[in-house]
């Protein structure tokens, strides 16, 4: 599984810690899911799409 | 806030305790001169270096507003305790084995006890690395 939390963190000019607090995890998580060596919890997953305004599947892509 | 005030208290007795131990062994000159005990002193003295790291920067992290533990930090301590739990059952298995090396029992059960703790850093490191992905 790959996700763009990066690109997305861009487009929208956040950085690690603020999304981090945006979701109330550590920026350590979000530098953990950015480099792909933490797969989050539904729970975690559903909260960074929505800072997003995207779907689970538009920000996590599940490679086959 | 109150989690907060807890972890300080807690990091401050731990540099007491580390201090007091620092104390005692540099008293102690004589211990100094053996071997062991002086692998031990200078494992506490890291632990102590360590700590005060550990120490000022969780302190920045939480004036930052970060929470003290999320779901990756736990997911990181379970799994790390759980193998430093093993890795100190056979470490234990090995100190009993040669308890004859050991020039007392207080080097003998301090260090494993040390050796125990630094298992459990090490373990975290470990478990960071292989993530979970």
């Known amino acids: 599984m790959h996700n763009r939390i990066r690109e997305l963190r861009a487009r929208d000019n956040l950085t690690q810690l603020n999304l981090a607090k945006k979701v109330n995890v550590r920026r350590e998580t979000i530098v953990f899911l950015e480099k792909g060596k933490y797969n989050p919890s539904l729970k975690l997953a559903h909260g960074i799409a929505t800072v997003f305004n995207l779907t689970i599947e538009e920000v996590f892509i599940f490679d086959d | ?133």
């Open chain 2, 1 to 133: 806030m109150k989690n907060a005030k807890l972890t300080t208290a807690a990091l401050i007795t731990f540099f007491v305790v580390i201090l007091l131990l620092l104390i005692l062994v540099i008293k102690k000159e004589n211990i100094l001169q053996n071997g062991l005990d002086l692998f031990i002193s200078s494992f506490v003295v890291t632990i102590g270096i360590s700590a005060i790291y550990i120490y000022y920067k969780k302190n920045k992290e939480q004036r930052s507003g970060e929470p003290e533990d999320d779901e990756m930090t736990l997911m990181i301590k379970y799994k790390a305790g759980y193998k430093a739990y093993m890795a100190s059952m056979y470490l234990w298995l090995l100190i009993f084995l040669f308890r004859d090396k050991f020039p007392n029992i207080e080097t003998m059960v301090g260090g494993g006890i040390l050796v125990s703790a630094a298992l459990f850093f090490i373990s975290k490191h470990i478990v960071k690395k292989e993530g979970n992905a």
